[in-house]
Structure formats: C-alpha cells, structure tokens
C-alpha cells in the first residue's frame, strides 16, 4: 500500500510541476517576430532620388509616406516579411541580425535599401574640426 501511495504522490507531484510550467509566461511567438519589423525605415528610391519612409505597425499594417497599403501579409520569418498588395504583388522586408535592411517590391521589380541614422551624430564626410565646433 505504501508503494502505491508513493506512487501516486509522485504522479500527481509531476503533473503539478507540468501544468505549473505551462503558466510561465513566455513571450508570444508571433508577436515576437512582429516586433523585427515594426517601426519607420526611410529608403531612397535610386530612379527618383527621392527619400520614401515605410512603416510597419505592431498589427503589421503597412504604410508608405503615411499612405496605409491594401494587403495582407502572407509570410512571416526571422528573415523576411511578405506583404501581397490588393494587385497581387509583394513586398518583401528582408532582415539581416535582426533589423530590416532590404525592401523589395515586386512591382518595380527595384530593391531599395533601409536607411539608418548615423547614431553619434557624426558622418564619414565631417571632419573632427565640425564635431568639435559642436561640442
């Protein structure tokens, strides 16, 4: 008898301990993909020389120069995100250690590269002298 009781106590020991561990709170899967893509991101079209900025929600609606675009997604990684426009075409936001670098649109068949921000301020074309006249 003392052998099943230990038994039993130890079954419903374990399920206890597997059913806590499913309350753990982890971060959602989709969300967290979500996240590698939403933001602004400026990118300059090379045709028009014009600088252009995307932006991708939490929701992953996407908008270009403010204007919202008919879509849906339709693919999701750690290296792209596909959006088909309501023509049918896609855009492809490609990732790169974890921060978009690329856009592809399908239907200019053009790449264009995400522009960042120079962090510190300074740039490869400023000498030391403009950054000191700064300070």
Known sequence: MAGKLSHL???LTGHL????HKHVAT????????????GSFDFVDPVTNKKHK??????LAIA?????LDGKIVGISTNELTFLDH???ELIISCKEGFPVTIYDEAEDQTYTIIYPDLDGSTPD???SD???KD
């Open 131 to 133: 950054s000191e006249a």
């Open 9 to 11: 106590f130890s079954n």
């Open 87 to 89: 023509f049918g075409y």
């Open 17 to 20: 301990e597997h059913k806590t």
């Open 64 to 68: 270009i120069d403010g204007k919202k």
């Open 27 to 38: 971060a959602n899967p989709a969300q967290v993909l979500a996240d590698l893509y939403r």
């Open 54 to 59: 995307i932006s991708v929600s939490a929701e």
């Open 126 to 128: 400023k000498d030391d």
